[in-house]
Nanobody, 126 residues
Framework: QVQLVESGGGLVQAGDSLRLSCVGSGRAFSSPTMGWFRQAPGKEREFVAAISWSSTYTSYADAVKGRFTISRENAQSTVYLQMNSLNPEDTAVYYC???????????????????WGQGTQVTVSS
């Protein structure tokens, strides 16, 4: 059984920063890849960032590259998403997820990920 619990979302103003956390239990942190996706109202779930087991490899969506940073602490079973220079287009529910797909480049589609958290809302006002 795998459980993922996100936290750290909230309401911020454009230009502000937030750090999302995701704590995993069960098999979660034996996973080779951890990722973050987001889903805005009326839109499909989209890839945000992913990180390999050893943190050697990371991948980012073009929309967040240079502003967001993904990291993980395997000893704490935690993955983070540091989000800087937020803008209203970043408003969405953010989901933490795990993938047992071992490949490079890292997986970026939802169907390559196996377990999902319940999501945390991020709202950025202009």
């Amino acid at each position: 059984q795998v459980q993922l619990v996100e936290s750290g979302g909230g309401l911020v103003q454009a230009g502000d920063s937030l750090r999302l956390s995701c704590v995993g239990s069960g098999r979660a942190f034996s996973s080779p890849t951890m990722g973050w996706f987001r889903q805005a109202p009326g839109k499909e779930r989209e890839f945000v960032a992913a990180i390999s087991w050893s943190s050697t490899y990371t991948s980012y969506a073009d929309a967040v590259k240079g502003r967001f940073t993904i990291s993980r602490e395997n000893a704490q079973s935690t993955v983070y998403l540091q989000m800087n220079s937020l803008n209203p287009e970043d408003t969405a529910v953010y989901y933490c997820t795990v993938s047992y797909v071992r490949r490079l480049p890292l997986p970026t589609t939802p169907n390559e990920y196996n377990y999902w958290g319940q999501g945390t809302q991020v709202t950025v006002s202009s």
